[in-house]
């Protein structure tokens, strides 16, 4: 059975915006008696009438209305989908498909197009916003490329060393310990703010608090660095972080960082990735690792100078 095309959703629509079959046709660039053999054409396709005619007005029947009204919304899809069609054919670049997660830090993300412009100008970045705990699995069903993250890389996956850093104690900006050095007994009885329920390894569980044989009576979980840095400097929490996903919000006097007292404060930034990536993938990985590595230095040569 043959139902309606696009040009009778088109018509009914303008019907409704125009309450004249004259006005509407002339909109559409139609002629008068076209647009009344379309009316008829689809009232005979559906068989149900769809205007009723009132001297030199049409109103359009309930059917008719809840058609104009669909018209009107998928109308916009359509058109939207035929620009991007036109657009994506004329687009012979290949995406990386960088998914942000644990660090939603974007600050070398300039750096990093620029560099690709200028060594791979047919390789573009395409960032996919995903939860902490949907970054591997994304990687590895091909519905991303390649995401940043602290700590010990998953299993199944290819990575690619940037550079070395620290975990520090994230506290309120006016926090007395700010600047000292804080033991794991210390968040024990203060309100915890983290990524996950799951200890992550290379992370605080594990280097901290395992260690001391404690863990914070309460955490809640905030699957978002802005919200986390939020609670913080409103006084509402703690947590201890990678000191690169936090030194900004440091620097702006949001929050105020404390060493940790522990052995093994370290953390390693790795640029995980699917191992099969192509050729072009991996030479805009290098240069996105560049970009990364070249901040990570510039922020400890100031802490250094510090």
């Known amino acids: 059975m043959a139902y309606l095309d696009r040009r009778h959703f088109r018509l009914l629509t303008a019907l409704s915006e125009h309450k004249k079959l004259g006005l509407a046709a002339s909109a559409l660039g139609l002629s008068q008696p076209a647009a009344s053999h379309q009316i008829r054409e689809a009232e005979r396709r559906l068989g149900i009438s769809l205007i009723t005619k009132t001297g030199n007005s049409v109103s359009l029947t309930s059917a008719g209305e809840h058609l104009a009204t669909i018209g009107k919304s998928t109308e916009k899809s359509l058109s939207d989908a035929e620009a991007d069609a036109i657009w994506l054919s004329r687009d012979t670049s290949e995406a990386l498909r960088f998914a942000i997660g644990v660090s939603e830090r974007m600050s070398w993300l300039p750096d990093a197009v620029a560099k690709l412009a200028v060594q791979e100008p047919n390789l573009r970045?395409?960032?996919?916003?995903?939860?902490?705990?949907e970054l591997q699995s994304a990687v590895m069903n091909q519905e991303a490329d390649c995401f940043l993250t602290a700590g010990v890389p998953g299993p199944g996956l290819a990575a690619r060393h940037i550079f070395h850093d620290r975990l520090v104690g994230v506290l309120p900006p006016d926090a007395p310990e700010a600047g000292q050095s804080v033991t794991a007994d210390w968040f024990v009885s203060r309100t915890y703010l983290s990524y996950s329920f799951r200890p992550q390894p290379g992370f605080e569980?594990?280097?901290?608090?395992?260690?001391?044989?404690?863990?914070?009576?309460?955490?809640?979980?905030?699957e978002s660095l802005p919200s986390i840095i939020t609670m913080i400097e409103a006084g509402q929490g703690t947590t201890v972080l990678p000191?690169?996903?936090?030194?900004?919000?440091?620097?702006?006097?949001?929050?105020?960082?404390a060493e940790l007292n522990t052995e093994q404060p370290g953390i390693d930034w790795s640029l995980c990735h699917h191992p099969r990536l192509s050729e072009r993938r991996?030479?805009?990985?290098?240069?996105i690792a560049e970009a990364i590595e070249q901040e990570g230095r510039e922020k400890e040569g100031r802490h250094s100078a510090a």
């Open 282 to 287: 991996l030479a805009g990985l290098a240069l």
């Open 205 to 222: 569980f594990e280097k901290l608090f395992r260690p001391a044989s404690v863990v914070p009576a309460k955490i809640l979980r905030l």
């Open 243 to 257: 000191r690169w996903a936090v030194d900004e919000a440091a620097q702006q006097g949001r929050v105020s960082l």
């Open 125 to 133: 970045i395409e960032l996919v916003q995903l939860r902490p705990s």
